[in-house]
């Protein structure tokens, strides 16, 4: 009877207009989810002077956002593992949508906080199942390359939050920001019809016509033959999918990665919730501190790109550890009073060293880890690391009430680089899901070869 490695069919597949169809969708939902993120940074001025709120408050109630989705990334990234990744993004797509959408009838903080927490909850959940999706059906060649391209939705998503603040704020106040943020919710039947199911389900309930069905979407040349069995090529996980993140000599690289990720989202959440005020108490007006973020955003995506393009040629793991030292410089830089257009260049490295270096750790951690724990993998990083994102905003909020210098509250955002590039290098690659793969092929192979002689 032959055996069809799925996993394998994919790998070696070319990309086509059904990678792109699922590129585009992925891409559409990190979009939203990259405004209803950031959505509360362009109103953050508006917000504390509508209901009379100090910077420290502001931190903390942009922070509720951010422990819903730690929550939401501990909890779907295993969920998806066991129960399929199409239902639990279908359902984050849900939860995001609606309850940003109910915040711009919040009449008061705590209502806000509440709404907030909720939608991070579907926040936090959809992104580690987004970024395991591309990852198990693009192409191996250009796998990085794909979960950068749709991961700088995000920052699409975060300029069009800062683009439309420029326009709307002005003229319907900070409410009319969330009502747009409800959009997502004309995604779910896209998804329903056109996305499919991860792979691991199919498999597990031997669904054979739905394997060949997707198979030969994404891989036309392939041609099923009557009686072949499918598998994925690696050991399904036993009991909880997170103790799986610590075996096979992973328990070193799952920590770094959680460090790496704790410091990273505080240096991109830092910048996200409190750049535009941070610009404006540098002496720059409103317009043109919004402006700040949309340059950040668009070095975020320049530099996901480029990092996802030397990920797919190099070591994915020597760039990222390149990117976050020049955050730090580029971060402590901007604490200098300078030019308009130095200052633009600035902020545009270190959108592109922060934010778009997080792009770039996302993609190469979904492929440390093998399929049957891809989501539990990212999902947990990313979720240990939304500490990293609660702290960031709440630390500048504090240090902004207490009226320190420009240049200390730069510099406390930039050392978080230094120690990510530290984490990193301290990650093995030998124990990465290729390498253990590639291992246990050979011992395989040197099994069969001694049983033959």
Known sequence: MHSVNVNKVIDESKFNGYHLLILILCSCAIIFDGYDLVVYGTIVPVLMKDWNISPAQAGALGSYALFGMMIGALVFGPLADKIGRKK????????????????????????????????????????????????????????????????SGMQVGAMIAAGVGIAVIPSFG??????????????????LIFMPESMNLYVAKNQDERIQKWLKKLSP???????????????????????????????RSTSMFWVTMFMSLLMTYALQTWLPKLMQNAGYSMGSSLLFMVICNVGAIIGAVIGGLLADRINGRKVIIVFYAISFIAICLLSFKSS?????????????????????????????YPNNVRSTGIGWSLGIGRLGGIFGPMMVGSLLSMNLSLQLNFIAIAIPGLIAAFAMMIVQEKYNSASTLATSREKLEADIGNKAL
């Open 340 to 368: 308009t257009f130095i200052i633009s260049i600035l902020v545009t490295i270190a959108g592109a060293t922060t934010m778009g270096t997080q792009i770039v750790c996302n993609a190469y951690v979904s492929q440390y």
């Open 221 to 251: 040349g392939y041609k099923p033959v009557e009686g072949e069995k499918y598998s994925l090529g690696a050991a399904k996980a036993k009991g909880m999918p997170v103790v799986s993140l610590f075996e096979n000599n992973r328990t």
């Open 174 to 191: 900070w409410r009319g920001m969330f009502f747009i943020g409800g959009l997502p919710l004309l995604l779910l039947p896209l998804f």
């Open 88 to 151: 639990v993004i279908l359902m984050c797509l849900t939860l995001f949508g609606l309850f940003t959408l109910m915040v711009g009838f919040a009449q008061g903080p705590n209502q806000f906080g509440l709404f907030r927490f909720i939608a991070g909850l579907g926040l936090g959940g959809v992104m580690p199942n987004l970024i395991a999706m591309i990852t198990e059906y693009s192409p191996k060649a250009i796998r990085s390359t794909l979960v950068t391209i749709m991961f």
